[in-house]
């Protein structure tokens, strides 16, 4: 039974999926989809995202412009990466890398996941594009999902 609660997730934020080359992933998905798309340089990352939205769910196509990172795009990393999906990114390059969550209470999400008997990937939660984030690690979810709250009067650079 799904308890009402004022602390709620409000929609899927984004798929992540990590590419070899951001601007050849939005340029093939615009035109397999017959939509627009953009990438976006975030330079402190070491990371160039394409952004894509195909049927109001936003993907992030996450390219390392590092070339140590991007050689193994999850070995080493510290991020939700210990799962079978990432051996196909370790594997081949690319592939989905995780589902993000938007929620209006990160705080409550996170302790409402551990109350599940779930881990939080980070002690602290991380700055993330317009807010907050942090991740459940995936041995506990099955899959690595992060959540993210916004945080008022900051934009979101790949808006």
């Known amino acids: 039974m799904t308890k009402k609660s004022k602390h709620k997730l409000t929609r899927v934020h984004h798929i992540g999926v990590t590419v070899r080359d951001a601007q050849k992933a939005v340029d093939e998905w615009a035109e397999a989809f017959g939509i627009e798309g953009r990438v976006v340089d975030i330079p402190e990352n070491n990371l160039r995202i394409g952004v894509v939205e195909v049927v109001g769910v936003t ?56 109350d599940a008997g779930m881990r939080a990937k980070f002690d602290v939660h991380r700055d993330a594009l317009e807010g907050v984030c942090n991740f459940i690690e995936p041995d506990d979810a099955r899959i690595p999902i992060e959540f993210m709250q916004a945080v008022e009067g900051r934009e979101n650079p790949l808006a």
């Open 59 to 114: 993907f992030f196509l996450n390219e390392y412009t590092d070339p140590d990172r991007k050689a193994k795009a999850s070995e080493g990393l510290d991020l939700p990466v210990h799962f079978s999906g990432h051996d196909v990114v370790n594997a081949f390059g690319e592939g989905i890398s995780h589902i993000s969550f938007e929620t209006t209470d990160l705080d409550y999400m996170m302790k409402q996941a551990e």
